[in-house]
């Protein structure tokens, strides 16, 4: 499949790049993918809700009221579940929701999220740039001459390039990533994907090893 590299201008280089059919024709794997955004969701969990357990709660143990005859659930002490203010049952406790996934998984979850991007004809191609300072308002034009400025766009660079993700930041339908952090989770979440040419054959590099 060819693509024409466009500049920041979103005019045509004359210039076009072949995607690799092993990494962007692939069959997608629907399973894979599911595994791979529910890891990337799971570590992205703080895990650290807590709620105290009746053996937990400052409050006097004496027996409120005698155990039959009340006309209602029996209970001990003030710190009781059936009581307000009482102690929770299984509540949830700190916990790591991390899992792991094998590496040949995860790359396969990658090339699945990229060759749907192909198949719908979301995926730009731009040549390399760089901003001399970080300016959100040529970044904003960046987007509208490509004509993606109301979409939600994942543009992905070679290397680090600060100017060019503060300009990005304070936007929210873009986000700058490295080629190296690309995962399913953030392909799938794009309606664009916008590549570089250097970024490109980065991510040829990683997922064809």
Known sequence: MEISVLNIKGQETGRKVTLNEAIFGIEPN?????LDVKQYLANQRQGTAKSKERSEMSGSTRKLGRQKGGGGARHGDINSPLLRGGGRVFGPKPRDYRFKLNKKVKSLARKSALSYKAQENA???LEDFN???PKTKEFLNITKNLKVDNKKM???LPEVNKNVYLSARNLQKSEVMLATNVNAYKVLNADVLV???N???AIDAILTK
């Open 154 to 156: 994942l543009l992905v």
């Open 30 to 34: 629907d399973h894979v993918l599911y």
């Open 131 to 133: 901003m001399e300072l």
């Open 123 to 125: 995926i730009i191609v």
């Open 199 to 201: 970024s490109l054959q």
């Open 195 to 197: 590549l570089t040419e």
